[in-house]
């Protein structure tokens, strides 16, 4: 569970983590619930997905990562108008996310974040995918302003 930016991580490319940075936090897979894993099993595992070899990692599991990205900062379904859409700059941010599984796609989603009152419009019924995401788009925002 990602709880604060990692800032002196060691990726060579930081920004291409899946959260967008690198997250410290702590862990949640069953009996190690609340376990602060050292700086090099977040850096090795936690922050890339697919911690096969980890031995805090179930080895039976949903997925084994979850990739975000932001679809558009496009209208709401909910709140479309032809008229003042082509006029008023976007507030919506739709986010996808996709669930892998043995490097396959294992499921995808949406959610929908409103810019203007900084609240979701649209969450994951899973706190630890919706901490994940909003993780991944404070380091979105970040970049873009």
């Known amino acids: 569970m990602p709880v604060a930016k990692l800032e002196n991580g060691s990726w060579p490319h930081p920004a291409r983590l899946p959260l967008g940075c690198g997250w410290t936090g702590h862990c949640t897979a069953p009996g190690h619930e609340e376990a602060v894993p050292s700086q090099d099993v977040v850096q090795a595992f936690c922050n ?10 179930p080895a039976e599991r949903r997925w084994d990562a979850v990739r975000f990205a932001v679809a558009s900062p496009a209208k709401s379904s909910r709140e479309f108008d032809p008229i003042s ?4 700059p976007s507030r919506i941010l739709r986010l996808t996310f996709v669930y892998e599984q043995n490097n396959r796609p294992a499921g995808r989603g949406e ?20 901490k994940m995401a909003e993780c991944f788009l404070e380091a979105y925002l970040s970049k873009r302003s």
């Not at 890339?48 to 990692?57: E, K, R, V």
């Not at 959610?111 to 919706?130: C, G």
């Open 85 to 88: 859409a082509e006029r008023a």
């Open 48 to 57: 890339l997905g697919y911690a096969n070899t980890c031995g805090w990692a």
């Open 111 to 130: 959610l929908e974040f409103d810019s203007s009152t900084m609240t979701w419009l649209r969450l994951h019924e899973d706190a630890r995918i919706q």
